[in-house]
């Protein structure tokens, strides 16, 4: 067969224009197509060169008298021109004219097109050589059944991939963790997934296993934010109202790269063990790509802040400490806690005729009574026999009247004093106080002070003495009216004092 008979038969016309139009596929690709455009190069050509080395045996063996073999040359000739170009056509379509108007559909449909496409060019290249292909689906249940068990893990793979493309719970752009592998979604293929972690390593995960495993989707193109937890120690003796607002401040205030405005950094407490208090920072990461990064530029900040307010990391410890202070300091300091006691005691008026061994059995009966901001310190019409002693912070009064809102009597200030009345009478709380801040305070109980006024019951009358006087005085400063005698109402406080100690 010369080249004129090909081309009045029109085998050869159909193969020239075959090729040009697979030049002209294969030209768009490598003038629109940027990435792996050379790696499509030379996959498309090892094609063609398969395409040329057949029809050229096809077409050589006849002119050596060996006919036998060359149908199926030409035969493998026409199949692998098909295939490339479906090959050229398709990456064509998916890479470079769809991009250009604004859409990229999943790496998946292309793969599942290119199989769709070559399993109907081998059919149609089957029956052009006479065989049926309906033959090939009619054979024994035996190979049918050896042919689908080898197939399952494709399958599956291909119909993972369609499932995740469908409800697109997992797609491009994502950042996916599954088991220990963490990264970047890149390529979701017929057969796998493809994640790039911030090591830089692609992890090619199956389809099928994605769809049976859980998967943690921790990061999209629309809600990009990821919150990240920093741990770190701090001495147990450092109260946490001092640590909190120092590091939410440094963190907030401080321009981290990758770290979100909003929603602002938090510190909280995550536990106490081992002989130190674990405290978290919680932020919100912009850029997954820089996590670890961004997580030790934050305890540089957060290590530095510690430093700034003569604070320290903790590290655990459980051996036993032995303090070296001696007895003698030890003493000193106690003596120094009780000296600041007995002065907030001195300025109590109800106990004003107390003297000084009697405060100072108050003063070391003092406990302490630490209240955060917002905390409830007393309950009007809960009954509670002790006092407070304000020491640190400030304390709002309010007053509760039905289902009326709550009203602001007062703000008290370092050195005040409430609840008087129910540790000496037992009386139900007539207003409620709340912290207004972090606060400090002594609490006096009424065991501390029963063994004093037993043993002398006549600082019950002062006590009574001291109360009315200071009520009819608040009475006057609001201009109040009262029907009460002011004896009548020292004789009932002085009752009240009596019964709740039990003097008779």
Not at 82 to 88: A, D, S, T
Not at 122 to 149: M, N, Y
Not at 181 to 193: A, L, M, N, Q, S
């Amino acid at each position: 067969m010369n080249i004129a008979k090909l081309f009045e038969s029109g085998w050869g016309t159909a193969w020239l224009s075959a090729a040009l139009l697979a030049v002209l596929l294969q030209l768009l690709l490598l003038r629109f197509v940027a990435h792996d455009r050379y790696k499509l190069l030379i996959q498309n050509t090892v094609l063609a060169v398969l395409v040329v080395a057949s029809s050229a045996l096809g077409w050589l063996l006849p002119q050596l008298k060996l006919h036998d073999g060359a149908s199926w040359f030409i035969a493998i000739a026409e199949l692998v021109m098909g295939v490339l170009l479906i090959r050229l056509f398709v990456l064509t379509l998916f890479r470079a004219v769809l991009p250009r108007t604004g859409n990229t559909p999943p790496r998946i449909v292309e793969d599942v097109l290119v199989v769709l496409l070559y399993c109907g060019w081998g059919l149609v290249r089957l029956r052009a050589t006479g065989i049926d292909p309906a033959s090939l689906f009619t054979t024994s249940a035996i190979i049918t059944g050896i042919v689908a068990f080898s197939m399952q893990d494709t399958l599956g793979n291909i119909l993972g991939g369609i499932a995740l493309q469908l409800d697109n719970s997992v797609r491009i752009d994502d950042w996916i963790k599954v088991d220990t592998t963490k990264g970047k979604v890149i390529e979701v293929h017929w057969r796998h997934t493809a994640v790039r972690t911030n090591d830089g390593n692609v992890v090619v995960i199956p389809n099928s296993v994605l769809v049976k495993s859980k998967v943690d989707v921790f990061s999209t193109p629309s809600h990009p934010n990821f919150r990240r937890w920093v741990y770190f120690p701090v001495q147990f003796s450092i109260p946490p109202q001092s640590v909190i607002p120092i590091i939410e401040k440094t963190i907030r205030e401080a321009d981290i790269p990758y770290v979100a405005p909003r929603p602002a950094p938090q510190c909280v407490v995550m536990d106490y063990k081992d002989g130190i208090a674990l405290y978290a920072l919680r932020y919100w990461l912009t850029d997954q790509l820089h996590d670890d990064t961004t997580d030790s530029t934050v305890r540089v900040h957060i290590y530095s802040a510690l430093l700034r307010n003569n604070m320290q990391l903790a590290r655990p410890y459980l051996d036993t400490h032995l303090t070296a202070d001696s007895a003698e300091r030890q003493t000193a300091l106690h003596e120094q806690e009780v000296q600041q006691r007995l002065q907030l005691l001195a300025g109590v008026e109800a106990f004003s005729s107390l003297n000084q061994a009697e405060l100072r059995e108050l003063a070391e009966s003092l406990h302490d009574a630490p209240f955060i901001k917002g905390d409830v310190m007393t309950r009007q019409g809960a009954v509670a026999h002790w006092l407070y002693f304000l020491v640190q912070g400030e304390a709002d009064v309010w007053l509760e009247v039905g289902n009326q809102p709550r009203r602001l009597l007062n703000t008290l200030q370092v050195g005040s004093v409430f609840g008087e009345m129910g540790l000496l009478t037992g009386e139900p709380r007539r207003t409620t106080v709340t912290a207004r801040t972090d606060a400090l305070c002594y609490r006096l109980d009424k065991i501390g002070f029963q063994k004093i006024i037993q043993a002398r019951p006549e600082i019950a009358e002062e006590c009574a003495r001291t109360i009315a006087e200071r009520e009819r005085q608040i009475a006057l400063a609001h201009a109040e009216k009262t029907s009460v005698n002011s004896q009548e109402h020292e004789a009932h406080i002085l009752a009240s004092i009596k019964h709740f100690f039990g003097l008779g």
